[in-house]
């Protein structure tokens, strides 16, 4: 799918979301950056570098909005506690 589209669908189906915080937005889009600059919907995830794309200080609010986005369908999400071991799944959300 293309960014746009990618985009497109997520504004979408976030508008009736109102779970989705800015935060949730904003590390959304670092992962969604970071999935397009590797061609590849599932990757290894590195929790400073999108801590820092998404602007977020805290790796306490990054573990929730990751674990949130999760838990609402936007991501899966699999953690874990060995550094480059954890991936993220962008999923599909076609409207």
């Known amino acids: ?11 979408q189906k976030i508008r009736s979301d109102n779970r989705i915080s800015p935060t949730h937005i904003s590390l959304y889009f670092a992962l969604l950056n970071e999935a397009m600059l ?9 929790r400073g570098p999108i801590m820092r794309d998404a ?3 805290s790796p306490v ?16 999400y699999r953690p874990s506690f060995v550094y480059g071991k954890s991936e993220v799944l ?3 959300l076609g409207i």
């Open 90 to 92: 962008i999923v599909e």
């Open 61 to 76: 609010t990054y573990n929730r909005c990751m674990r949130d986005l999760h838990a609402y369908g936007y991501i899966e």
């Open 38 to 46: 590797l061609h590849d919907n599932t990757f290894i995830v590195f």
């Open 55 to 57: 602007k977020i200080f």
């Open 1 to 11: 799918m293309l960014r746009a589209d990618r985009l497109y669908c997520f504004y």
